[in-house]
Nanobody, 121 residues
Framework: QVQLVESGGGSVQPGGSMRLSCAASGSIFFINDMGWYRQAPGKQREPVAIITNSGRTNYADSVKDRFTISRDNAKNTVYLQMNSLKSEDTADYYC???????????????WGQGTQVTVSS
C-alpha cells in the first residue's frame, strides 16, 4: 500500500504565507502526477495545482501567481507554497498522487488525510 502524509497546515492572516508538504511512502515503483486539492465547507473538492513527474505544472485560475507547486522525486514529496493568502483560500487541503506500485501496473490514485488551512484576521 501507499501512504501520503501531509504537514504544514494551520492558521494565518490574510496576506500571509504557508507551505504544505506531502510525503508518499510504501509500495512505490513510480509516481506520475502529484497534486493538491482543496475542499471548503459546503463545497466540492476542487483541484488547486498539479505537477507531472517531469515538472510541468498546472494551476487553478484562483491561485495562479500566488501558489507554487514543486516536488522532489528522490523523496517522493510534493510541496505547495502559498503566498498572498486570502480568506477564500480557507479549506481542507488534500494531497494526491498517481502511483504505479510495480512495473507494468496501472497508476492508482492515493490521497492524504487532509490538512486544514484557515486564513482569517
Amino acid at each position: 500500500q501507499v501512504q501520503l502524509v501531509e504537514s504544514g497546515g494551520g492558521s494565518v492572516q490574510p496576506g500571509g504565507s504557508m507551505r504544505l508538504s506531502c510525503a508518499a511512502s510504501g509500495s512505490i515503483f513510480f509516481i506520475n502526477d502529484m497534486g493538491w486539492y482543496r475542499q471548503a465547507p459546503g463545497k466540492q473538492r476542487e483541484p488547486v495545482a498539479i505537477i507531472t513527474n517531469s515538472g510541468r505544472t498546472n494551476y487553478a485560475d484562483s491561485v495562479k501567481d500566488r501558489f507554487t507547486i514543486s516536488r522532489d522525486n528522490a523523496k517522493n514529496t510534493v510541496y505547495l507554497q502559498m503566498n498572498s493568502l486570502k480568506s477564500e483560500d480557507t479549506a481542507d487541503y488534500y494531497c494526491n498522487a498517481q502511483v504505479r506500485t510495480q512495473i507494468g501496473s496501472f497508476p492508482y490514485d492515493f490521497w492524504g488525510q487532509g490538512t486544514q488551512v484557515t486564513v482569517s484576521s
